[in-house]
């Protein structure tokens, strides 16, 4: 990875590829590299050596302003800081991606993205006046609205009380499953890296192991 102080080898000799429609978590112990692979698959951070594909776009050539619109049209994320914008609704604060993107039908898109996520009657309201867990619904609700063919999810339940992280995380699968996205998680809650089709452990920048869950053994016996 580049920074402004030069390269900065965070990951290190990672082959990996997550194929279309796979849910797989990453997971690793702190500092291991999982959220520098997760913003480095979507194009966030510009890998120094190697090769970066997204959506059959090998990211290398790619300038900043080429890779932000294939993250525009291909990427959904979520962070574990909602990162919604203060002094917008939870409707403009979904439809500001489809507006940047010169979608016509964004506030109409925008609402039935909320009303998916349950949030109908919390459209006009701002961040401030909804809890952790209407917050990060809103960010599911953004991430998914313009059909993204791979989301991003980092450490998404991390400000969550369990029972409230469970609702946006079941929320979260059900909605990638039914769009036919790509997740990867980032995590370090073995039991939800166990709902995944994939564990992907990171170790000091390297791959130290990669298996199928019973779930995802499951589903490809489907």
Same mark, same amino acid.
């Given at each position: 990875?580049?920074?402004?102080?030069?390269?900065?080898?965070?990951?290190?000799?990672?082959?990996?590829?997550?194929? !279309?429609?796979? @849910?797989? $978590?990453? =997971?690793?112990?702190?500092?291991?590299?999982?959220?520098?692979?997760?913003?480095?698959?979507?194009?966030?951070?510009?890998?120094?050596?190697?090769?970066?594909?997204? !959506?059959?776009?090998?990211?290398?050539?790619?300038? &900043? &302003?080429?890779?932000?619109?294939?993250?525009?049209?291909?990427?959904? @994320? =979520?962070?574990?800081?909602?990162?919604?914008?203060?002094?917008?609704? /939870?409707?403009?604060?979904? /439809?500001?991606?489809?507006? #940047?993107?010169?979608?016509?039908?964004? #506030?109409?898109?925008?609402?039935? *993205?909320?009303?998916?996520?349950?949030? *109908?009657?919390?459209?006009?309201?701002?961040?401030?006046?909804?809890? %952790?867990?209407?917050?990060? +619904?809103?960010? =599911?609700?953004?991430? #998914?609205?313009?059909?993204?063919?791979?989301?991003?999810? &980092?450490?998404?339940?991390?400000?969550?009380?369990?029972?409230?992280?469970?609702?946006?995380?079941?929320?979260? #699968? &059900?909605?990638?499953?039914?769009?036919?996205?790509?997740?990867?998680?980032?995590?370090?809650?073995?039991?939800?890296?166990?709902?995944?089709? +994939?564990?992907?452990?990171?170790?000091?920048?390297?791959?130290?192991?990669?298996?199928?869950?019973? $779930? %995802?053994?499951?589903? *490809?016996?489907?």
């Amino acid at each position: 990875m580049a920074s402004d102080a030069g390269p900065v080898n965070i990951l290190r000799g990672i082959t990996l590829a997550i194929a !279309a429609g796979e @849910i797989a $978590a990453v =997971v690793g112990p702190s500092g291991a590299g999982k959220s520098s692979l997760m913003m480095v698959a979507g194009g966030l951070e510009r890998a120094t050596s190697g090769r970066v594909e997204l !959506a059959g776009r090998d990211l290398g050539p790619l300038d &900043d &302003d080429a890779r932000a619109r294939l993250r525009r049209d291909h990427v959904g @994320i =979520v962070f574990q800081g909602f990162h919604l914008i203060p002094t917008m609704t /939870a409707l403009e604060n979904v /439809a500001l991606p489809l507006e #940047f993107a010169g979608r016509t039908n964004a #506030f109409e898109t925008a609402q039935a *993205a909320l009303e998916r996520v349950g949030l *109908a009657p919390r459209v006009g309201h701002y961040p401030a006046q909804l809890s %952790g867990g209407e917050q990060q +619904r809103v960010a =599911v609700a953004r991430a #998914f609205v313009g059909g993204p063919r791979l989301l991003l999810a &980092d450490e998404p339940t991390g400000n969550l009380d369990g029972a409230t992280g469970k609702q946006v995380m079941d929320l979260l #699968f &059900d909605m990638a499953r039914g769009n036919g996205a790509t997740l990867i998680l980032v995590t370090h809650d073995m039991t939800l890296a166990e709902r995944c089709d +994939r564990i992907v452990h990171i170790a000091d920048g390297l791959v130290v192991d990669d298996r199928r869950t019973a $779930a %995802g053994l499951a589903l *490809a016996a489907q």
